[in-house]
Every structure is written in structure tokens, then in C-alpha cells.
């Protein structure tokens, strides 16, 4: 009923900067809340960002507040992540997923995206 698209993952050194996008596509897409998570292996899948559906209410993690910044373009319904000063505790699989309300347990969301690498070297 609803798809979503990541892109924009890639390797960088510590200090660089990525953007990720998140094409949210299907029935009342654009009524659907947003989160960004990430996942190491072997470890548990935690929340990053939130962005509400009209793009006007945000929540970050403590461990990225001041380096990025998530934001949705509401006539595409397209969400991105800029992610700024990367450290190399960034490094995981970031997805992007849709739900209903606004939370920050993974389990909360309805669908989510494939996953895309991001990987932050010292």
C-alpha cells in the first residue's frame, strides 16, 4: 500500500557529509509520519530522526542534534537526511519507514525502506 526508496549512502571520511532521500510513494502517502533509523550488525536497530507529515514537527537522537538535519518536501513526498560532520560511529544501514503517529520505536511503523549503506572512515 505504501512504498518507500532510499538513495544517497555511500563511504566517506570523518567530517564529510551525506544526504539521504526517501521517496514515499502509495495510497495517502502523504499523510504518513516518517522516521529514519539505523542498524549495525550484530546490534539493534535505533531511531535517528522524525519528521511529521506536513514537515513542521522534528525529533532527533541525542547523538546527532547539530549535525543533521531531517526535512520533507511535501509536493514530492520526498523526505531527506543531510547528515553533517559524520564521526565513524555513524557507520550502519539507515532506513527510512512510514507510519501512522508519531513515535520512535521501530516496531511503531507500518512500512520501510530497503536500507542504504553509510559507512564513515577515521
Known amino acids: 500500500q505504501v512504498h518507500l526508496e532510499e538513495s544517497g549512502g555511500g563511504s566517506v571520511q570523518a567530517g564529510d557529509s551525506l544526504r539521504l532521500s526517501c521517496a514515499v510513494s502509495?495510497?495517502?502517502?502523504?499523510?504518513?509520519?516518517v522516521g529514519w533509523f539505523r542498524q549495525e550488525p550484530g546490534k539493534e536497530r535505533e531511531f535517528v530522526a522524525i519528521?511529521?507529515?506536513?514537515?513542521?514537527?522534528?525529533h532527533y537522537t541525542d547523538s546527532v542534534k547539530g549535525r543533521f538535519t531531517i526535512s520533507k518536501d511535501t509536493a514530492k513526498n520526498t523526505v531527506y537526511l543531510q547528515m553533517n560532520s559524520l564521526k565513524p560511529e555513524d557507520t550502519a544501514v539507515y532506513y527510512c519507514?512510514?507510519?501512522?503517529?508519531?513515535?520512535?520505536?521501530?516496531?511503531?511503523?507500518?512500512?520501510w525502506g530497503q536500507g542504504t549503506q553509510v559507512t564513515v572512515s577515521s
Open positions: 519507514a512510514a507510519g501512522l503517529a508519531y513515535f520512535t520505536l521501530p516496531n511503531r511503523y507500518n512500512y
Open positions: 502509495g495510497r495517502a502517502a502523504s499523510s504518513y509520519v
Open positions: 519528521i511529521g507529515s506536513l514537515g513542521g514537527s522534528t
